[in-house]
């Protein structure tokens, strides 16, 4: 049975699933549509600004993903127009000294196609909300994107224009679409 919040949801043009969002007030969705345009405004008007472009990378983007509600560790790097999901920005996590070059896309929530069958709805599907935790000094290259429940490991390259699906070990090299380990960083 539809509660009165999905069924009003539904009335202002809203498709979400209703086993996900079935059960949530209207002062909860108006508290996260509030919160996702001010990490909006942010990401915006501050992440790639011409007039800061100096102090961009290792100072004030980290800021704002900060205030965003993401976990960063001290010496994070965020390269030119990053994406990140900033809906669900308290679910990714950034250890010291990692870095994410430009054009990058980090994402915590995708449908779940478990459920999905043929002449379903794929709209009304529930999202599968996962952390990605990028662990200390791991690079994450340029143009590539991260899945939800990734873990990419300590020293970790990620090529670019990878896309990573798995978790990828502490100080290896991996890419590709999906990203595979193809190096192990060896000690010196």
Known sequence: MESKTYKLLKKLGFNYSETQYGNI????VFKKVLITLRNSILLNWFMDSA???????????????????????KG??????????????????????VHVAGHSIILCHQRNLKEYFRGG?????????????LKRGCLIGTKSMIMPGVTVGEGAIVG???LVTKDIPEWTIATGRPAKVVKLIPKK
Do not use: W
């Open 25 to 28: 007030s209207i002062i909860q």
């Open 76 to 97: 994070v790097f965020i390269g030119a127009n990053v994406t990140i999901d900033s809906g669900y920005a308290d679910k990714i996590i950034m250890e010291e000294n």
């Open 121 to 133: 709805d794929y709209s009304k599907l529930a999202y599968n909300i996962e952390k990605v935790h």
């Open 160 to 162: 670019a224009y990878s």
């Open 51 to 73: 007039l800061l472009s100096p102090i961009l990378p290792r100072f004030l983007r980290p800021r704002i993903l900060k205030i965003i509600g993401c976990e960063i560790g």
